[in-house]
């Protein structure tokens, strides 16, 4: 009786053993699965060459070991003339997502909306897009968007649920609307203490207030040298 019941226990913990180890060996294939799609990519510059030669060179040698690149598009732009090159698979007309540089031409459009004296810097943000009267983002500042001190969060409620997208190099700023993007401002929380905070949905939200209609009319483009040239 005390052999069976021995033989039995031994059994039991044996079956045990082989069950705990089989979902290890589950966990660790979808460690390597999800690692697999999640993880950065690596990307390293082709060898193609397209535009100008001498540029293209310039370009490969300050790239260093092309390490995290992919492909390059360069344009030199003097007071004269304007070269182009591209390295890897792109060239001087490849489309490339520019992601936040878009801020630059956000901030040089108020700073440029200041001066004209279209909008002052404490403005609140309800005064250009009425859709937003009453609400604590309506209260806030143009300035405080601009220097990222709102007290908005980083995101909207809309893009925030997306935000897992990135892992997979998707945008998670695509599907927001303009519609959307109000919804989301009306109901956000505005939080006074909150310290600087790098706010995608306050430059969303300041970039659309740049965007919206008003009197008179004016058109700009940008000369060689960056500064800004009336055209209308």
Do not use: C
Request: proline share 9%; charged share 15%; no cysteine.
């Amino acid at each position: 009786m005390t052999a069976t019941t021995s033989t039995s226990t031994t059994a039991g913990t044996g079956h045990r053993a082989g069950a705990v180890a089989a979902v290890a060996a589950v966990v660790a294939v979808l460690a390597v699965l999800v690692g697999a799609v999640a993880a950065p990519e690596h990307r390293r510059l082709g060898p193609q060459t397209t535009g100008d030669p001498a540029l293209a060179e310039r370009v490969r040698a300050a790239a260093g070991g092309h390490d995290g690149y992919r492909s390059l598009a360069v344009a030199e732009v003097t007071p004269t003339s304007v070269t182009t090159a591209g390295l890897g698979p792109a060239d001087a007309g490849a489309p490339f997502e520019i992601g936040s540089v878009t801020k630059t031409f956000t901030a040089a459009l108020f700073a440029d909306a200041v001066t004209r004296g279209e909008v002052r810097p404490d403005d609140p943000l309800e005064r250009a897009l009425p859709e937003l009267a009453g609400t604590p983002a309506g209260a806030v500042t143009l300035a405080s968007l601009a220097q990222h001190r709102s007290g908005l969060p980083p995101l909207g409620a809309t893009a925030a649920a997306g935000a897992l997208a990135t892992t997979v190099n998707l945008n998670p700023y695509s599907s927001t609307t303009t519609a959307q993007l109000l919804d989301d401002a009306r109901a956000a929380a505005v939080d006074p203490q909150q310290p600087p905070t790098y706010s995608n949905f306050g430059v969303a939200l300041r970039g659309r207030r740049s965007s919206a209609p008003r009197a008179p009319t004016a058109t700009r483009s940008w000369s060689p040298t960056g500064s800004p040239v009336p055209s209308a």
